[in-house]
């Protein structure tokens, strides 16, 4: 492995061999996301919770303190929104030299397995990184599913993973599911969890995100299960006990629940 890339990958996977991403990538296809308005408003006070920002470059030149110490997975794919004919139809939307520019210690694209465009967005993901093995970049895969929430079951994921994996991504990211450990046992690349839509159990994210940790994943890229939180600062501390301090769901429970009753009461 070139010093490069394990050093950019070094920087996104902390010692203990986890990662804790916070995914603020949504206004790329979803436009002005209810309490994504101003991406930098929101993160600001999340920043101390997490290894790593997943964010677009509009948003990143736009929002982002550069003399931040978090280091930015930069969303390179796009081409798509919510109103269009099909969320599958994405490209590269970024070059090489932006990557450089933006100074990301790896950047990420969705591909979708499955979909009218998945050779389109396969072959996209193995040019990715043909061109960022050049410069030590490393690339995270997305397992996307657009509108088909039916596609998250282990055998679709296990096969999008793996096949994410053999075109040379450096890191997966998928959903949690059912047998989730036959998906990262049949991924030869560390895997991480995606959000999904907002859930309204507090508890049931931290479990998920605890019961993933045991199956192997080594992390979490989260957004609107963090941010859209009544207490966004608690569910991101939550989650960096479990993933980083081993705590049980209901000791990271217990914390959120203590910051949220410690909130300022609105009005």
Known sequence: MDWGFANRLSRTIRPDGR????????GYFQGPTHRLENPGK????????VD???????????????QMDIPLILRVSGGNSMVGEDLANEEVSVSIREMIRLNAAAVGISVYVGSKYE??????????????TDYGIPVMAVTAVGREEDKKSARY????????????????KTYYCDDFDKVVAGCPVPVVIAGGPRT???LEVIQFVYDGLQQGAIGVNLGRNIWQNECPEGMARALQ????????PKEAFEVFESMKAAMPKAG
């Open 19 to 26: 990662c804790f991403y916070l995914a603020v990538d949504h």
């Open 42 to 49: 929101t993160t600001e006070p999340l920043m101390k919770y």
């Open 52 to 66: 790593a920002v997943f964010m677009p470059r509009g948003s990143v030149r736009a929002t982002l303190n550069p």
């Open 119 to 132: 050779h389109q967005t396969i072959m996209a993901l193995a040019k990715l990184v043909d061109d960022c």
């Open 157 to 172: 994921l296990a096969l999008a993973s793996r096949v994410c994996a053999e075109q040379g991504a450096a890191v997966v």
């Open 200 to 202: 309204e159990n507090d």
């Open 241 to 248: 006990m479990v993933i980083h301090e081993n705590a049980s």
